[in-house]
């Protein structure tokens, strides 16, 4: 195959279809199956970029502006290739964990691939409205799992979720049709020239429009009321699938489009307020995890506190040196990658933990370490990258983060990145030091398979092990 | 005033009453209507700059042809949880998750 990319999307849309039709539950064997080809596709597609360059594709020959183009950079290499390289030990923990707990199973293979195809659409597509399509396609496939959980608390996170997301898209969607009534194209190769600082407001007013909705899907504070109950929510593979990739999907989206196509609307001022908002996301999640009593809710505001991390790159890569920006850059796509992984890591080990005592309570956690020591030292690692301590890649993301900022002489926000890794080690410790006392009468641990603990524990060594291979990715990142 | 910019601005009106209904209405069938108007206000936005010198541009048509089948879909899914949602709990608001979403508070 010459042109992995169509076929990144195709392939999931394949497998989820037939999983569909098997019925309910069925279908696993067909998700691992698909998903090992997948990868094998984004690994090539990968090398592609890395010795080539950027790639395009034009679907069935239809060229724009009617037909759809697809375009692969170094950024989307590098998603891509991680959305697969975290799917994949999910899939096979997924099907571990339904065969034991089926509660919330019915429709989760067909859905899964949807988001999957949803997703990597996402990362190639090459026009705003496609990306409004693919947008739109994610939210529904990822209110439809969060749902599938079943019962009032999931329904209504669901719910409140689609809403949001709906929200989030009507808001880029009016973007998009402000930027086509002035520029009269939605490619982003043509928009990109045209677009200059001497914009018409209604540019300016689009930009602004298409920044709050991806906003809300990314769930940057105060935007983030959302995400705690419907990630906290759902069955662990799928809160492990929602908080690793599909937040970062929307992220990805901001930073493409402040790079390139709106890079000229960019301000000093709203660089620094995305910062602040970043900031204000570590701190209060942070302090909202340490103040839950609920394992997966403490790891969902562990998210919203890390998705913080993100949006510190912005104040760091405008209007400041060019040295200091591409280490920001680096930084800020390192953190992504460490996070994808270390969070799909933490929640499958809390996810495994749950099911051997049968509730998801902190204060409960005593016997962990006896029963389930490779779990809970999944669960460790996973914090250490979190925390950004060395080697992992969370510590490289934070490092070079830092570098970033103390090379635009900008170290206030060198404060508050190490205050919250500080913040996040306190909460990783509170979980450890409870799994550490002894067991408490009344708790049993009932046996689970070695497949849940083995592939949760894949998913946290390579987010320790990327401190050590950091200089691929960000090779990758870099071909144009 | 062109009649280009008289929909564009009706569409802009009728997004922000979409969304204000989305945000500050607690009943979710309210909720749901308020999404419709809101995408409803945008489809306006997108074929009323749309069109040329008063000629009709296919592409524009298209893309709301797109979002209508979207924004269908999505009506449809919201529909159906939220009745799920009153069969389970017996009311068709959400039910409140401790902190701050603007119009949505906790039921006593």
């Known amino acids: ?480 | 005033m062109t009649s280009a910019l008289i929909y564009a601005l009706t569409g802009a009106a009728l997004f922000l009453i979409g969304v204000a209904g989305l945000i500050l209405q607690p009943h979710l069938l309210r909720k749901i209507i308020g999404f419709n108007i809101m995408a409803s206000g945008i489809f306006l936005v997108l074929v009323g700059l749309g069109q040329r010198e008063g000629s009709v541009d296919p592409v524009s048509q298209a893309m709301v042809l797109t979002g209508i089948v979207v924004s269908v879909a999505a009506t449809a899914l919201a529909l159906a949880l939220a009745r799920r949602l009153l069969d389970l709990t017996g009311k068709m608001r959400l039910p409140g998750s401790g902190e701050g979403m603007p119009g949505k508070k906790p039921d006593a």
Not at chain 1, 38 to 62: C, H, K, M, N, P
Not at chain 1, 208 to 222: D, E
Not at chain 1, 317 to 333: K, Y
Not at chain 1, 377 to 404: D, E, N, R, V, Y
């Open chain 1, 1 to 480: 195959m010459r042109d992995p990319a169509p076929w990144l999307i195709l392939f999931p849309l394949i497998w989820a279809s037939l999983a569909f039709l098997r019925g309910q539950g069925r279908g696993g064997r067909l998700a691992v199956a698909g998903l090992t080809i997948q990868l094998v596709l984004a690994a090539l597609l990968a090398e592609q970029i890395a010795s080539d360059g950027a790639r395009s594709y034009t679907v069935g020959g239809w060229g724009a502006p009617l037909g759809i183009d697809l375009y692969a950079d170094g950024l989307a290499g590098v998603l891509l290739l991680l959305t697969q390289i975290v799917a994949l030990p999910l899939v096979v923990y997924a099907r571990a964990y339904f065969a034991i707990h089926p509660d919330g199973i019915s429709y989760f293979w067909p859905l899964t691939g949807y988001l999957l195809a949803a997703m990597n659409a996402l990362f190639l597509s090459a026009d705003i409205f496609n990306i409004y399509v693919t947008l739109e396609l994610l939210g529904l496939t990822a209110v439809g799992l969060v749902a599938a959980g079943g019962g009032a608390g999931p329904v209504g996170a669901a719910l409140r979720y689609l809403l949001v997301t709906l929200l989030g898209s009507g808001a880029f969607l009016l973007g998009v049709a402000l930027v086509y009534g002035t520029y009269g194209s939605m490619s982003l190769q043509v928009l990109t020239p045209l677009i200059n600082a001497d914009a018409p407001a209604a540019v300016f007013i689009a930009a602004g429009l298409m920044l709050v909705g991806l906003l809300l899907k990314t769930a940057l504070f105060p935007f983030h009321f959302w995400l705690p109950p419907a990630h906290g929510g759902a069955p662990a593979p799928v809160s492990a699938l929602l908080s690793a990739l599909v937040v970062k999907a929307s992220f990805y989206l901001i930073l493409r489009l402040w790079l390139h196509a709106f890079a000229p609307l960019v301000t000093t001022v709203a660089a620094q307020l995305l910062g602040f908002l970043g900031m204000a996301a570590i701190l209060w999640g942070s302090v909202m995890a340490i103040r839950q009593t609920r394992l997966k809710m403490l790891i969902a505001y562990s998210t919203v506190a890390q998705v913080g991390y993100l949006f510190l790159l912005f104040p760091l890569i405008t209007d400041t040196n060019p040295a200091a920006a591409a280490s920001a850059l680096q930084g800020g796509v390192m953190q992504l990658v460490a996070h994808a992984l270390a969070k799909a890591a933490m929640f499958a080990a809390a996810g495994t933990i749950i099911l051997s005592i049968g509730r998801d309570d902190i204060t409960r956690l005593g016997g962990v370490s006896t029963r389930l020591p490779l779990t809970l030292f999944t669960f460790a690692l996973a914090g250490l990258t979190l925390a950004g301590l060395p080697p992992s890649g969370g510590f490289i993301a934070k490092w070079l983060l830092i570098t970033g900022a103390s090379g635009s002489d900008q170290w206030g926000w060198v404060v508050v990145m190490i205050s919250g890794g500080l913040l996040s080690a306190a909460y990783v410790c509170r979980v450890l030091r409870q799994a550490f006392l002894s067991i408490e009468a009344g708790t049993k641990f009932s046996p689970v398979s070695r497949v849940l603990e083995w592939s949760a524990f894949l998913l946290a060594s390579m987010s320790l092990l990327l401190g050590l291979r950091s200089t691929e990715v960000l090779g990758l990142l870099e071909s144009e």
